[in-house]
C-alpha cells in the first residue's frame, strides 16, 4: 500500500464496485431461497413487477455496499463533491444531454462498424436482455419504464460515473480514469454488443462530468438513450425493421 497506493486504491474501488453488485444479486437470491424454505413463494407473482422489484432492491443494496459500508466499517465517506452531485439540475446541464446523445450516437455506429470488420463472427444484433418480458398491462409498461428509463439510469450514474469514476479521478490521469470506468460499465452489461455500446457511452458521460462538474447532464443522456431503447423495445419493436425496408 505504501509503495503503489495508487495502483492499489484504483484496484479496491474497482473490485469494491464490481463485488457490491455481486453481494447485492446474491444477497436477494439468498432472501428468496430463505423464504421458499418458509413457505412464501413467488410463482403467482407478476414476473414484470417480480423483476422491478428486484431491481430497485439490488440497486439500492449495491449502493448502501459500496458507499455505506466503507463508512461503516472505516468512517471512510464518499462526499457529494466525489460523486458529482454538488448542484441541482441546470439548464446548462439540459442542453448538454442532447448534444451527447449524438456524440454518443456517432462513436457508438464507429466502434461496432470497427468491432464488426475485426470480428466478423460477432453478433451486433443480439437482443439485450431487460428483465422484462411479455408486457400486457398499462402498469406492466410503467414499471418496464420506471425501472429503465428512471431508476436504472440514476442508480448506474451514481455508482460508476459518480462514485467510481470520482473517486479514479483522483488517483489517475482522466483519461486513464475514464477508459477504466467505461471497461467496467461495459462488462457489468454481460452482452458484447450491449457492452460495446455503453463503452463509448461512458466515456461521453464522462466528459459530461469534466465539462459541467456534475452527473446531471450524464443522468439525462442516460435516459435519453435508455427512453430511446424501451420504445424500440417495447412500444415500437418493429420501427427499425420499417425504416430499413
Known amino acids: 500500500m505504501k509503495r503503489f497506493p495508487r495502483a492499489e486504491k484504483t484496484i479496491l474501488f474497482c473490485l469494491l464496485v464490481i463485488l457490491g453488485f455481486g453481494a447485492a444479486q446474491a444477497i436477494v437470491v439468498a432472501l428468496v431461497m430463505i423464504l421458499r424454505l418458509f413457505g412464501i413463494s413467488f410463482s403467482d407473482v407478476n414476473e414484470n413487477v417480480l423483476s422491478s422489484v428486484v431491481s430497485v432492491i439490488v440497486y439500492a443494496l449495491t449502493l448502501a455496499i459500496v458507499i455505506g459500508l466503507?463508512?461503516?466499517?472505516?468512517?471512510?465517506?464518499?462526499?457529494?463533491?466525489?460523486?458529482?452531485?454538488?448542484?441541482?439540475?441546470?439548464?446548462?446541464?439540459?442542453?448538454?444531454?442532447?448534444?451527447?446523445?449524438?456524440?454518443?450516437?456517432?462513436?457508438s455506429a464507429i466502434l461496432s462498424y470497427v468491432a464488426s470488420s475485426i470480428f466478423p463472427s460477432l453478433d451486433l444484433n443480439q437482443a439485450q436482455e431487460t428483465g422484462f418480458g411479455n408486457i400486457a398491462h398499462y402498469y406492466e409498461y410503467f414499471l418496464a419504464f420506471l425501472t429503465l428509463v428512471v431508476l436504472a439510469p440514476v442508480a448506474e450514474e451514481v455508482l460508476f460515473r459518480g462514485y467510481l469514476y470520482g473517486k479514479l479521478r483522483k488517483l489517475l490521469p482522466v483519461w486513464l480514469a475514464v477508459l477504466i470506468t467505461s471497461a467496467l460499465f461495459g462488462a457489468a452489461h454481460g452482452q458484447w454488443n450491449v457492452g460495446l455500446d455503453v463503452f463509448v457511452l461512458s466515456i461521453v458521460l464522462c466528459s459530461l462530468r469534466e465539462v459541467t462538474g456534475n452527473i446531471w447532464a450524464g443522468i439525462l443522456l442516460h435516459m435519453i438513450k435508455n427512453g430511446l431503447a424501451f420504445y424500440l423495445l417495447f412500444i415500437n419493436p418493429t420501427f427499425l425493421h420499417t425504416i430499413g425496408g
Open 70 to 107: 466503507p463508512w461503516l466499517v472505516r468512517n471512510y465517506q464518499t462526499t457529494k463533491e466525489d460523486i458529482g452531485l454538488t448542484r441541482l439540475l441546470s439548464w446548462t446541464d439540459i442542453g448538454f444531454a442532447p448534444a451527447g446523445f449524438v456524440i454518443y450516437l456517432i462513436g
